[in-house]
Each structure stands twice: as C-alpha cells, then as structure tokens.
C-alpha cells in the first residue's frame, strides 16, 4: 500500500510538471498576442489561431487539475499522516505550485492588458468600417448628383447654332 501511494505522489508531482510546461506554453502565447495586438498590421487569423490553441491547452489543464484532485483525495489521508515518507514529494509538489501559481498570475496580468488592447483594436475597426461606410455612401451620393445634374444642353462647349 505505501507503494503504491508514493507512485501516487510521484504522479501528481508529474501532473504539475505538465501543467507548468502547459502554463509555460500559454505564456508564451499569451505574450505572442499581445505583441500582434500592438502591431499596427495585426494578422488576424494568427491571433484567432492562437486562441484555438490556447482552448486546446486549457481543456488540457483542466483535465490535469481534475486528475491531480483525484489522486490528492485518493493519497491526503496517508501523506497527512506520514509527512517524513513522502518528504521529497511534497516539498517538490509545494515548489510546483509556487511556480504554477506564479505563471497563472502572470497569464492573467497579461490577459487583461490583451483585453484592452483588443477593445482598442475593435474600436478601430469599426471606426475604418464607419468611414468605409460614410466614404461610400458620399461618393455613391455625388455620382448620383452629377448624372442628374448634367445635362448636354447646359453644357458649356455645347454648339447652339440655329
């Protein structure tokens, strides 16, 4: 049996170690937007690209943190009781955490200042649809005008020989 718990323990310390190579990855991504956000010729498609794959990578962590609760619930009572056996484990366990805690506060810095970054962005773009829009419908308008305006027998080269 204590076998067997220290092969749980050593399975939730893999489990932060993907989850902090995950986070890592996010991070990266994360940062990624943010500069295609700033750049005045954003690529579209790469951003929503990013965020496909930033969906993929968060269902991954969920299925992680619901796979290390499992095994949390399933070893608590017995690494509670016997801290000295599993010392290695929890303090490997405790530095993880540090760590994936510090890079989800990051992420989530940076996702808020992606945030408004990107209202600013769609504001843009719906101020250059406006004056698409308005610079459209003005020239639409004068052409309009002008074929109604002209006609040949106000003309000025117009020849009126009777």
């Known amino acids: 049996m204590e076998n067997e718990n220290r092969v ?36 579209p498609d790469r951003f929503l690209e990013i965020v496909k794959e930033k969906e993929e990578q968060i269902d991954e962590l969920n299925k992680l943190d619901e796979g ?48 408004g970054h990107f209202k600013v962005y769609l504001a843009n773009q719906r101020k250059g649809i406006r004056e698409f829009h308005l610079n459209n419908k003005t020239a639409s308008s004068y052409y309009q005008n002008m074929a109604n305006v002209h006609k040949p027998e106000d003309s000025y080269f117009f020849n009126q020989k009777k």
């Open 68 to 115: 290390f609760d499992r095994l949390f619930q399933s070893v608590e009572r017995e690494i509670q009781s016997n801290r000295s056996l599993y010392k290695a484990q929890i303090q490997k366990m405790q530095k993880l955490i540090g760590e994936v805690s510090e890079m989800g506060i990051q992420i989530q810095a940076l996702e808020h200042q992606n945030s």
């Open 8 to 43: 749980y323990a050593d399975m939730m310390v893999d489990s932060l170690e993907r989850k902090k190579r995950i986070l890592s990855r996010l991070l990266e991504q994360t940062r990624e937007q943010e500069s295609l956000l700033k750049d005045e010729e954003m690529d």
